[in-house]
């Protein structure tokens, strides 16, 4: 048995709009620029504080290369 108002004789389901009763108007969607922003600016963030390492990286990076290129190979 299906609660009243959920289903019609002929068998179909009714519309949502038939089915929701509700007081608040429906959401209508619109831009929202300062939640936009948050990802730029994090990303911003995240380069500013990232690049001072760069050079830390440069140098370590091709240190570790050569020194495990030259160094002793396990199991041989």
């Keep these: 048995m299906s609660a009243p108002g959920t289903s019609r ?3 179909t389901l ?5 089915v929701l009763d509700t007081v608040t108007p429906p959401y209508v969607g619109r831009p929202n ?3 936009d ?3 730029p600016t994090y990303v ?7 690049v ?3 050079p ?12 495990s290129a030259s160094g002793p190979r396990g199991g041989e």
């Design 9 to 11: 004789t002929d068998g």
């Design 33 to 35: 620029a300062e939640t």
């Design 56 to 67: 830390l990286l440069a140098l370590v990076w091709p240190t570790r290369r050569v020194l």
């Design 44 to 50: 911003l963030g995240m380069v500013i504080v990232s």
């Design 37 to 39: 922003a948050v990802g």
């Design 52 to 54: 001072p390492f760069l």
């Design 14 to 18: 009714p519309s949502a709009e038939t």
